[in-house]
């Protein structure tokens, strides 16, 4: 079924459509000239199995992602259920948003935060621009689970940080 040619959707509607689909939570980082970048993402995901591809979208104003794509190279921290301040303080503009952040370099030298479920450390692949945001697939070259065995991840649903409730059965 087509809709009506003047259908408009309007931002906030589909911001709030949007909402009802439950993502992880990630911090996109990069090193450049010895300064660590990054910001929180939420929409991330993986493109193909070989070669190893993930993708995340990033607004195309980012004060970051022109710092990283110098860089040709970014990791993905996929954050834990206890890590909610630390995905608040990548989303923030205009702020030191290492402050505090226990990190160490991966293989291709993008950093690491401490106590993470997991990363990905990547070499940008393509970029593709799309509306008022940029995708950026990215090609995995190392990954590692951190100490973080039993945590959960952190996850977004309808605008609110949530965890998952394990239930019994299939």
Request: proline share 6%.
């Given at each position: 079924m ?11 509607r ?11 939570i ?45 860089a ?38 993008n ?60």
């Amino acid at each position: 079924m087509t809709p009506p040619a003047n259908t408009v959707i309007e931002p906030a509607r589909f911001r709030e459509a949007l909402g009802h689909y439950a993502s992880g939570i990630t911090v996109v980082t990069s090193l450049i000239d010895d300064e660590p970048v990054g910001f929180t993402c939420q929409s991330f995901y993986s493109v193909s199995m070989s070669p190893p591809l993930v993708s995340f979208s990033v607004m195309a104003g980012s004060a970051s992602y022109p710092k990283i794509r110098q860089a040709g190279r970014f990791a993905v921290n996929i954050l834990t259920e206890a890590q909610i301040d630390v995905s608040n303080q990548f989303a923030r503009r205009g702020t030191d948003k290492w402050q505090g952040i226990a990190w160490r370099e991966s293989p291709l030298g993008n950093p690491i935060i401490g106590g993470s479920l997991h990363w990905l450390d990547c070499e940008i692949y393509a970029e593709h621009a799309a509306g008022d945001h940029v995708i950026v697939i990215g090609e995995v070259k190392a990954l590692d689970l951190q100490d973080a065995a039993a945590a959960q991840p952190l996850l977004y649903f309808k605008g609110q940080y949530r965890n998952i409730a394990a239930h019994g059965g299939v």
